[in-house]
């Protein structure tokens, strides 16, 4: 029997990927989405076979019934603290009251849980929510994914392509950094999903990579000899991260204010996945550093 999976934030770019994956796999997927919502993107999700449902979060009721006769819940919910606590609570609470058994909340990133208390708030977020949710009747998994591999492309410093040049913080030159494809993400957030059960974390990474073997891979690809180079120390990073975010309280409504993106970094570099679940859940086709980076280099 085909399982029914409700996912919710199916219109943002991870969601739309879940639910592609979801239905890929045999599943059948209510897609809810906010009644303001894109209708490209509405068009979208029933084009690929999704059962789309335009509905007010903040109505408990109407929010139960999206969720009747769901096997699981999985949010790709994004935003600030209005989302990633209050609405999610909502969708979790409406989940229990419909009697779903799992719920996959929206913690695709690095994993927070090592890191101290005020050093990235939009983690501080996921934190709050996983503490409402470890007291509840339902059994939750965390996805972590590290960061998505997007970021590369970017011109962050730690890979800055106009620059031609690779960054560090610290002594961290050697420090292998968790990436992951949001296409792989998605892939194996549905294996999850249709499971019957799942532990409640679980860390995956397509390839880890530090910044001198991001060098090295690049110059294999490219020929080029990028420039690899330490920033600063980690305490001065935090303390001008700090900095930053005192001079900027609009930042604060924000969803990836400069200091934010420096939060993520800093992240990035003082935690990694103590061990990968990649092969416990679906055949997936990972996607390798060379392979990746080979799809954006010249």
Request: charged share 25%; glycine share 6%; with cysteine.
């Amino acid at each position: 029997m085909k399982k029914n999976i409700l996912v919710a934030g199916a219109t943002g770019h991870l969601g739309l990927m879940i639910c592609k994956a979801l239905l890929s796999q045999g599943a059948k997927v209510v897609a809810v989405v906010r009644k303001e919502s894109d209708a490209e993107k509405i068009a979208s999700l029933a084009q690929m076979g999704a059962m789309v449902m335009e509905v007010d979060f903040k109505n408990h009721a109407e929010m139960a019934k999206a969720c009747e006769g769901t096997d699981g819940v999985v949010s790709a919910l994004a935003g600030l603290a209005d989302v990633i606590i209050d609405t999610q609570k909502a969708l979790l609470d409406a989940a229990i009251a419909a009697g779903v058994k799992r719920f996959i909340p929206s913690d695709f990133c690095t994993d927070y849980q090592p890191l101290t208390l005020g050093e990235n708030r939009n983690f501080d977020l996921r934190r709050t929510f996983r503490s409402y949710i470890d007291e509840k009747d339902i059994q939750p998994t965390s996805i972590f994914n590290g960061a998505f591999a997007d970021i590369l492309k970017y011109n962050t410093p730690v890979l800055n392509l106009k620059n031609r040049s690779v960054a560090y913080w610290g002594d961290k030159a050697d420090w292998k950094l968790d990436f992951t494809t949001m296409e792989n993400t998605a892939a194996f957030t549905a294996s999850v999903a249709l499971a019957d059960e799942s532990p409640r974390d679980l860390h995956i990474a397509g390839f880890q990579i530090s910044p001198k073997m991001l060098k090295e891979s690049i110059k294999a690809i490219t020929g080029q000899d990028f420039t690899l180079q330490k920033l600063s120390d980690l305490d001065e990073f935090s303390a001008n991260i700090k900095k930053q975010r005192s001079e900027n309280p609009s930042g604060e409504q924000e969803l990836y204010a400069k200091w934010q993106q420096a939060q993520y970094l800093y992240s990035m570099f003082t935690t990694q996945h103590p061990k990968l679940d990649n092969q416990h859940y679906g055949k997936i086709a990972w996607t390798a550093e060379d392979e990746y980076l080979k799809s954006f280099l010249k």
